[in-house]
């Protein structure tokens, strides 16, 4: 911008704050000459920053201020108590009375003119008296001179402050001494001040024409006073400071917009608590009770019971979980073996998988449903040790297929449907076993920081150990649970997922969205 454009786009409080910043940089100083208020001057001073006029800095200050007790004395204590000394002897009491000062500056002050032979102390009985021995005191010591100097800098200097700087290395010597007699103190001031760059020293040399129009009013409109005048210019292209709006966590965003890719796709949200029993959690999807995922270092017991299906044992479906765990039931399976315990059914957990609501669903169901399609976003809990892709509290991605018709491929098919609509261009699906689904298959993912395929989840078609005890019939059931946050972490350019619940202001405020 040239300086005749910069003139005409300055506001009014620029205009006043202008004249000022060669000789006043230091923020409090513009704002006693500028007689604007702090606000407007500070605004003033970071839309000139803004076009490359100055540069504003902060700088720290040591400012040297008197003590309490010092600052009603015009003059050094030992000063004052000679001036109301004379030939006549004054006791300590007297000397107290006349110079209004206390105890221990009166003895300070003592020692010190007696050092320099100036009065002479006389002992009487039990009481000191002081008088004038020497009355040439025309010297003034290092420390009364400097003394001096810093009660009458403010009046020699327009109510500047005395800084630290000021001293020279004699000078500092000599402010310790006054500092430990409790005279002066330290304080630390942070002040801002402008730095006029070339474009600025340039501009404070120019004439500025203070009679411009900066905005219209009906009356300036009526009365015509806009024709023989200037109007402001804005600059439309200049930069403004960023706004960080609000918005949505990302985590939140992401499950806004799973959600949305599965009710596209014709499938209804199930939802339920996070606290169940291990019936559902567990025994429902033929997970024996002697399994090593039961045991505490994989699953968060709440050490107490609960009761199951509002108030009491299911016991039509309960029958049928206990034979099939027992002797395969109706399935062609031999189950587990064993005693199938009502107890441990109904120890509370944290769920461990969303699956849960899955088993729930199916419990619900009746061949006149079908088919139908089901799905959850929920928070699952595992007792598992953290690191970049382990988290004990996640997201997990439930879906299920009810479909006389249904099959493996269909299986793939919504699979790779939902990660192409989450961005993925290539995901690679294995054959894999999980005990409550055969076939089975586990997804992995390539994640790009790391270098290395990442299981996101896992998937199958529920076993018939699992589909006839819930169902009451059997009919294939196609089914996955999928890691919310193992799937987000590319489009979020996140490598280790610790990172997602830091709550990183700089992290959330440049995240990414999802467009819906």
């Known amino acids: ?36 208020p702090d606000i407007e001057v500070h605004r003033a001073l970071q839309w000139l920053e803004s076009k490359g006029v100055l540069n504003i800095k902060t700088k720290e200050n040591k400012i040297v201020l008197l003590s309490d007790k010092a600052k009603n004395y015009k003059e050094l204590p030992e000063r004052i108590l000679f001036n109301n000394l004379s030939e006549k002897e004054l006791t300590l009491e007297e000397i107290k009375n006349k110079t209004n000062l206390n105890y221990q500056e009166i003895n300070i002050s003592i020692g010190l003119l007696k050092r320099d032979n ?21 010297k003034k010591s290092p420390e009364e001179q400097l003394f001096l100097r810093i009660v009458e800098h403010p009046k020699f200097f327009n109510g500047e402050s005395f800084t630290f700087d000021k001293l020279n290395d004699g000078d500092i010597r000599t402010f310790e001494n006054l ?37 219209i009013t009906p009356q300036i409109i009526r009365n015509h006073e806009w024709k023989n005048k200037k109007f402001r210019i804005y ?14 966590h990302f985590v939140d965003q992401s499950i806004g917009y799973i959600k949305r890719i599965w009710l596209d796709l014709g499938f209804q949200e199930m939802s339920g608590d996070i606290v169940q029993t291990a019936f559902w959690d567990l025994d429902a999807l033929f997970v024996p009770q002697d399994h090593p995922a039961r045991e505490m270092q994989d699953t968060f017991y709440l050490g107490n019971k609960g009761v199951m299906a509002k108030g009491k044992l299911p016991e039509e479906l309960s029958t049928r979980i206990k034979k099939v765990h027992e002797n ?41 449903d079908l088919p ?64 409550y689904t055969e076939p ?55 490598s280790d997922l610790r990172e997602i619940y830091k709550n990183d202001l700089k992290q959330l405020r440049e995240a990414k969205e999802f467009l819906m």
């Open 179 to 215: 500092k430990s007699r409790g005279l002066v103190n330290i304080d630390t001031k942070q002040e801002r001040l402008a730095i006029l760059t070339d474009l600025g020293r340039q501009l404070v040399k120019e004439k500025i024409d203070l009679d411009i129009i900066e905005q």
């Open 118 to 138: 100036l009065i002479e102390v006389i002992k009487d009985n039990k009481n000191l008296k002081i008088k004038i021995k020497n009355t040439n005191y025309e």
């Open 1 to 36: 911008m040239d300086i005749k454009r910069l003139i005409e786009s300055l506001s009014s409080s620029e205009k006043k704050v202008i004249p000022f910043l060669e000789k006043y940089p230091y923020f409090s100083d513009l704002v006693k000459n500028s007689k604007l």
């Open 440 to 494: 089975s298959a586990e997804i992995f993912a390539f994640n790009p920081v790391k270098r290395q395929w990442v299981e996101v989840g896992g998937s199958g078609i529920f076993r018939p150990e699992v589909t006839k005890p819930l169902l009451g019939f059997e009919c294939p059931v196609l089914a996955w649970g999928l890691g919310m946050e193992r799937i987000i972490t590319n489009y979020y350019g996140i």
């Open 372 to 435: 139908a399609k089901f799905f959850a976003v929920g928070k699952v809990y595992r007792n598992e040790a953290l690191d970049w892709k382990h988290l004990f509290e996640f997201y997990q991605v439930e879906g299920i297929v009810v479909d006389p018709y249904a099959n493996l491929r269909n299986l793939l098919g919504y699979l790779k449907e939902f990660f192409r609509k989450m961005g993925y261009t290539d995901v690679k699906i294995k054959p894999s076993f999980f005990g």
């Open 235 to 248: 600059d439309i292209k200049s930069e403004v400071p960023t706004i960080n709006r609000g918005k949505r």
């Open 328 to 368: 395969g039931y109706n399935t062609g399976s031999k189950g587990w073996g064993g005693k199938w315990s009502t107890e441990i059914a109904k120890e509370l957990l944290l769920r461990t998988h969303t699956t849960v609501l899955s088993a729930k669903t199916l419990s619900k169901l009746k061949k006149e």
